[in-house]
T-cell receptor
Framework: AQSVTQLDSQVPVFEEAPVELRCNYS??????LFWYVQYPNQGLQLLLK??????LVKGINGFEAEFNKSQTSFHLRKPSVHISDTAEYFC????????????FGQGTELSVKP | DVKVTQSSRYLVKRTGEKVFLECVQDMDHENMFWYRQDPGLGLRLIYFSYDVKMKEKGDIPEGYSVSREKKERFSLILESASTNQTSMYLC???????????????FGPGTRLTVL
C-alpha cells in the first residue's frame, strides 16, 4: 500500500530564513504528488502539484518543490519565509489511479517567528 | 472559483445522537470526499463518491454512512455519535479526468464536531 511520510511534525523558523519541509512516499509506480496548506481555522488549499514533466514545480506564495524519483521524495522549499506562512502543510500522493483518491501525510506545522 | 461549502463550522452533539454533515460544491465535480482530521494523523478518508448514488468506503468508514442524491451534495451521517468521533471533518471535491485519474481536490472550510 502507498504511504506518505512527513519527516518533521513541527518546524520553527525565523522570518526571512529559508525553509524545507520534507516528504517521502512509497510507491512502485508512477505517482502524482501534491502539497496543500491549511491556515488556522480554514480548509486546505493547493500549493503546488507534480503530475509530469519538469521535476521542479513552482507553486503559489513563492513555494517550490522538487520531485526526486530515486529518493522517492517531494520536499517543499521557500527561500525566505514570512510570518503569514505560518500554517500546517500536507504532502499527498495519488492512490494509484483509484478514482481521485489521495493519501495524505501527517502534516508539518510551520511556525514563523519574528 | 470553485466553492465547497459545509453546513456548519462548529457543532456540538450528545453521545447517541444522529448527526448530519452537509457538503455542497458548485463546480459540477464528479468526485466528492469526506475526511476527518486529527492532530498527528493528517487527513484520513472516510468515504468518497464518484457519481450520484455511488459511494465507496475509504480507510475509516466504521460508524459513518454517506448519501449522494444530487451531484452537488454529499452528506456524511453519524448514525449514533460517540465521543471518539470528536474531530474536524473536511469535505472535498474534484473533477474526474480522462487521462489522469487524480487532480486537485478543493476543500471546504471544515466542521469541528464535538461529541459530549
Amino acid at each position: 500500500a502507498q504511504s506518505v511520510t512527513q519527516l518533521d511534525s513541527q518546524v520553527p523558523v525565523f522570518e526571512e530564513a529559508p525553509v524545507e519541509l520534507r516528504c517521502n512516499y512509497s510507491s512502485s509506480v508512477s505517482v502524482y504528488l501534491f502539497w496543500y496548506v491549511q491556515y488556522p481555522n480554514q480548509g486546505l488549499q493547493l500549493l503546488l502539484k507534480y503530475l509530469s514533466g519538469s521535476t521542479l514545480v513552482k507553486g503559489i506564495n513563492g513555494f517550490e518543490a522538487e520531485f526526486n524519483k530515486s529518493q522517492t521524495s517531494f520536499h517543499l522549499r521557500k527561500p525566505s519565509v514570512h510570518i503569514s506562512d505560518t500554517a500546517e502543510y500536507f504532502c499527498a500522493v495519488d492512490a494509484n489511479n483509484q478514482g481521485g483518491k489521495l493519501i495524505f501525510g501527517q502534516g508539518t506545522e510551520l511556525s514563523v517567528k519574528p | 472559483d470553485v466553492k465547497v461549502t459545509q453546513s456548519s463550522r462548529y457543532l456540538v452533539k450528545r453521545t447517541g445522537e444522529k448527526v448530519f454533515l452537509e457538503c455542497v460544491q458548485d463546480m459540477d465535480h464528479e468526485n466528492m470526499f469526506w475526511y476527518r482530521q486529527d492532530p498527528g494523523l493528517g487527513l484520513r478518508l472516510i468515504y468518497f463518491s464518484y457519481d450520484v448514488k455511488m459511494k465507496e468506503k475509504g480507510d475509516i468508514p466504521e460508524g459513518y454512512s454517506v448519501s449522494r442524491e444530487k451531484k452537488e451534495r454529499f452528506s456524511l451521517i453519524l448514525e449514533s455519535a460517540s465521543t471518539n468521533q470528536t474531530s474536524m471533518y473536511l469535505c472535498a471535491s474534484s473533477p474526474l479526468l480522462q487521462a489522469a485519474a487524480t487532480d486537485t481536490q478543493y476543500f471546504g472550510p471544515g466542521t469541528r464536531l464535538t461529541v459530549l
